[in-house]
């Protein structure tokens, strides 16, 4: 039982990492554009929805104890308009402009958690953020397993929505853009506005995400969003198979098992004192299976489905 | 307004200098946004430290300071050292990684990942091998002198802001004058055309990496003679080199210095007015200035 409750546990974390990447999928699986800012959009779905629906608290201000859905509908808000200000601003650029505004979004974000205690809690971060199905919490199974329900649910919506979001006309253009701006502009397709309305949606997909991790573990500190986490999200989609939505929910589930196991083999091998010193090593590993992947699998396990028009297909049978 | 902001940003101002300019050279020569840039800084200076205790080890007499500065003659003949294995470190990175994807005709975007990639492992291998402690060249504390105007800077500052000024001039004297420097603007400009000219490019990459690596690796000595070594070091700097290489114009070394040294003074002078604990987000404000008002920065060329 206690297993059981684990699993629910660690399978939660791993969909709302899940949930992480199918947002960057549609930025870069679809649409090619480099967020090396994540761990930032992330935060700022958490921090916005935990200042919602916390208790008032004396120390800060915000606490206006909304239920915890506006929660995440504001988090999304939140990280929608973030990502379309960044893409106004360097999307018209070349691609690597928008990688370092990105890395530079993360940075500062990450200042300000920490740095204006008054909004954020600082250093200490915020505690006693609203936990769905809290009347459990004394049950650890009945808890970890309903919480899962209700992630894995989110995870399903998105899916659903975004699978057809990108075989729609809209989800075409975004590829024809990825593949050949000049031909899609040809087209009449608007690559720039595109570029910004993918952008702006993974931005809020991700900051969904952040509230929906935020609000199962009920606590969130800066330290949560370091870079760190955006890599660990990169080799998620990357293992997985980037442009793919299954591949997204695949490689989450799978670079997080990767990581808990072995997190748990070096507190088992090294000794106590040698132990912040070995987790580095965990980094090196995902940092060279990352670059292995991009030098000698590029599409990751499950590739991306090459989907055209329903009609086009059609037609095909006919002939 | 305290005017040591200037001495302090000056200082700041020649790493962060240095360090752009081998971002803004790969950037415009090899054509992607390098994210291992930083850590370069970083095994720089941990490679020259550990040239430096083997070279203790030999000679016990190269540890013992020159004066007026706080290190010995062990200190510049280990950094030769420490420079030469920083950029064995970087043609090797290229060998097995940016130039095999070169090679296949990969997207820029997918070489900026790898690097990407490549910048957190070699980051956390420095902690495994070295720890997360910070560790210094020298244990010997000098004093500032006063040099007028109310400033005051250690010897070991003005050697290294004068050192700074010699590389850059060197530097900007080779790419502007040099058979090698007109071949790196060339293919800045169009590797295939450079190529079909004769233009060894491959050559043009390695002095690339070389030049690069070089200054990555003083850079890196240099912050940490004057500050500390950590693993991390490289990496904290990295936005600030990206925001100088952008404001100064890729590709332009004198941009990239002069970039470097705005960046410095605006940030030592938001130390003193906004507080310490926001400095790090100074150069990502300039960043989003430049990217609004003028994206090709100060010495850059509008794109075509």
Redo the contacts between chains.
């Keep these: 039982m206690e297993i059981l409750a684990y699993a629910a546990f660690f399978l939660t974390i791993a969909l709302t990492y899940a949930i992480i990447c199918l947002g960057l999928n549609v930025q870069w699986g679809q649409t090619?554009l480099?967020n090396?800012g994540i761990a930032g959009f992330v935060g700022l779905g958490a921090y916005v929805s935990a200042a919602l629906t916390t208790p008032d608290a004396v120390e800060r201000i915000g606490g206006f104890d909304l239920p915890i859905v506006l929660g995440w509908l504001a988090a999304m808000v939140a990280g929608g308009v973030l990502a379309l200000a960044v893409g106004l601003?360097?999307l018209r650029?070349?691609?690597?402009?928008l990688?370092?505004?990105t890395?530079?979004?993360a940075?500062?974000l990450q200042?300000v958690f920490?740095?204006t205690e008054s909004l954020t809690g600082g250093a200490f971060g915020m505690a006693f953020i609203p936990r769905p199905f809290s009347g459990l919490q004394s049950e650890p199974f009945a808890f970890n397993v309903l919480n899962l329900a209700l992630t894995a649910l989110v995870v399903l919506v998105l899916y659903f929505l975004l699978e057809h979001l990108l075989r729609s006309p809209w989800g075409r253009a975004l590829r024809a853009v990825r593949e050949d701006e000049v031909a899609a502009q040809a087209l009449g397709k608007n690559p720039i506005l595109l570029r910004i309305q993918a952008f702006a949606l993974g931005g809020a997909i991700m900051a969904l995400a952040g509230a929906v991790q935020a609000h199962f573990i009920g606590f969130i500190a800066p330290g949560n969003y370091l870079?760190?986490m955006t890599?660990q999200v990169?080799?998620m989609l990357?293992v997985g198979g980037s442009g793919n939505n299954r591949g997204a929910i695949l490689g989450a589930v799978l670079v997080w098992a990767i990581w808990a196991l072995s997190g748990a083999l070096i507190s088992e091998i090294f000794p106590a004192d040698q132990q912040?010193?070995?987790a580095?090593?965990?980094?090196?590993i995902?940092?060279?299976m990352?670059?292995a992947i991009?030098?000698w699998r590029?599409q990751g396990i499950l590739p991306e489905v090459r989907s055209v028009s329903r009609h086009l297909g059609l037609r095909n049978k006919d002939n | 307004m305290n005017p040591q902001a200037i001495i302090d940003g000056l200082i700041a101002g020649s790493t962060i200098g240095l360090g752009a300019i081998g971002l803004t050279l790969t950037y415009s020569i090899l054509r992607f946004a390098n994210f291992t840039h930083g850590d370069f800084l970083a095994w720089g200076a941990y490679l020259t430290l550990t040239v430096a205790g083997v070279l203790g080890g030999l000679a016990a007499g190269l540890g013992a300071p020159v004066y007026p500065f706080s290190f010995g003659w062990g200190l510049p003949l280990a950094m030769l050292g420490g420079v030469a294995l920083t950029v064995a470190l970087t043609l090797g990175l290229d060998r097995v990684l940016f130039g095999k994807l070169r090679a296949r005709g990969a997207d820029a975007i997918i070489i900026v990942m790898a690097s990407f990639g490549a910048s957190m492992a070699l980051r956390s291998l420095l902690e495994f091998i070295f720890t997360a402690k910070p560790v210094y060249f020298t244990k010997a504390l000098q004093i500032a002198k006063p040099l007028g105007l109310g400033m005051r800077a250690t010897p070991d500052q003005l050697l290294v802001i004068g050192l700074t000024a010699l590389l850059v001039l060197a530097l900007h004297l080779l790419v502007t004058y040099s058979a090698t420097g007109r071949a790196m603007r060339a293919v800045s400009e169009d590797p295939g055309l450079a190529g079909v000219y004769g233009i060894d490019v491959a050559k043009v990459v390695r002095v690339t990496w070389i030049i690069g690596a070089g200054m990555a690796c003083i850079a890196g000595v240099m912050a940490g003679l004057l500050v500390q070594i950590r693993p991390y070091m490289g990496f904290d700097l990295l936005l600030p080199l990206f925001s100088a290489a952008i404001l100064g114009g890729i590709g332009s070394i004198p941009g990239a210095m002069l970039g470097g040294l705005i960046i410095g003074l605006s940030e030592a002078f938001a130390v003193q007015i906004i507080g310490a604990e926001w400095r790090a987000a100074i150069s990502f404000v300039i960043l989003v200035i430049v990217l609004m008002l003028r994206p090709q920065g100060l010495f850059g060329q509008k794109e075509a």
């Design positions: 090619g480099f090396v601003l360097t650029m070349r691609s690597d402009y990688a370092i505004t890395f530079g979004i940075v500062a200042l920490q740095n870079p760190m890599f990169w080799a990357i912040a010193r070995a580095s090593l965990q980094i090196v995902i940092g060279v990352l670059c991009l030098l590029p």
